[in-house]
């Protein structure tokens, strides 16, 4: 499959897995603008091949890094109206991964700083290595996190690490990470990608419109009380029943057999 090309970013497809890759590896794949506007526009072409994307893997170009965070050298001129704009433009963006009906998992390889921080956040999932170093330095750049990490990272990790992380500035390492649960899995560097493959094509066993409704469902039931939240989830449990991979899928049961998923 052959994807449009971006300046900034790669997007690629092997056997139902895609992987984008932030493409700065000189800037250690900082955000500029530029670089927000190919995410947006490669998740565009992402949710529109759904059969060739099942699960997108989010990774950073070379070795050191996943993102450093938002372009520190685009973003020191700007006025305020300007970061409006490129903060809006980062939650477009971001809100796009969030609201993808593709699983996506965030191959975390290196340093992943505000913006880095913010974009591993906005995935299903994070998995890091040793390498990993995760941060929200804005205040020591006179900023506060622009890109969600006032809101997504204090959903994952809770308000008291969340202020702890944005107030001191300081990086927190892999382990750490993991401890807090802002890293879902833990692995040696050169396992990183086998890792993130290997969680991919056991979500791709499933059913996708499953997968898709129940990401839905976590991430909307999230913020919602409790009570609209279960009702919300009876509604979608009952949508899944119009499908033929619920059919497929309790028919193999019954039968003793592997279910054949067709996404339909
Ligand atoms: N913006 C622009 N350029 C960046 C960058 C960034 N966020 N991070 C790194 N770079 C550039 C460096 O300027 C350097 O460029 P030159 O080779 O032209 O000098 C190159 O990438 C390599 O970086 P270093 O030489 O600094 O590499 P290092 O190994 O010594 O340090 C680092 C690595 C600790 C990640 C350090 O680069 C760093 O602290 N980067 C900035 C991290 C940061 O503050 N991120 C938050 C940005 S603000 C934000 O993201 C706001 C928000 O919420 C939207």
Redesign the pocket.
């Known amino acids: 499959m052959n994807f449009n090309k971006y300046d900034n970013v790669l997007l690629e497809a092997t056997d139902g897995i895609g992987t984008l890759t932030i493409n700065r590896p000189?800037?250690?794949n900082?955000?500029n603008s530029a670089t927000l506007q190919d995410i947006g526009d490669a998740l565009r072409e992402v949710e529109s091949h759904p059969d060739e994307i099942k699960v997108l893997i989010i990774t950073g170009s070379g070795t050191?890094?996943f993102v450093?965070?938002?372009?520190?050298?685009e973003?020191r001129s700007m006025n305020t109206m300007q970061a409006l704009a490129?903060?809006k433009l980062?939650h477009k963006s971001f809100g796009e991964i969030e609201d993808l009906p593709q699983f996506t998992i965030a191959a975390v390889n290196g340093?992943a700083?505000?913006?880095?921080c913010?974009l591993a956040s906005s995935c299903d999932m994070r998995i890091g290595s040793a390498k990993t170093k995760f941060g929200?330095?804005?205040v020591?750049?006179g900023?506060?996190?622009?890109?969600g990490?006032t809101q997504r990272l204090t959903r994952l990790v809770g308000r008291g690490k969340a202020k702890e992380m944005i107030a001191t500035s300081t990086m927190i390492s892999a382990d750490e990470a993991y401890r807090i649960g802002l890293l879902d899995e833990l692995v040696e560097p050169e396992e990183l990608m086998n890792k993130a493959h290997e969680i991919a094509k056991q979500v791709m066993k499933n059913g996708m419109i499953a997968v898709a409704l129940a990401k839905y469902s976590v991430d909307r039931g999230a913020d919602l009380p409790l009570d609209v939240a279960v009702d919300m989830e009876s509604q979608l449990f009952a949508e899944t029943f119009a499908t033929q991979d619920q059919t497929e899928g309790m028919n193999a049961f019954v039968e003793k057999r592997d279910s054949k998923f067709t996404g339909k």
């Open positions: 000189k800037v250690l900082a955000l050191k890094s450093a965070g938002a372009d520190i050298t973003m490129l903060s980062a340093y700083l505000g913006g880095g913010e929200q330095p804005e020591g750049l900023t506060i996190p622009g890109f990490g």
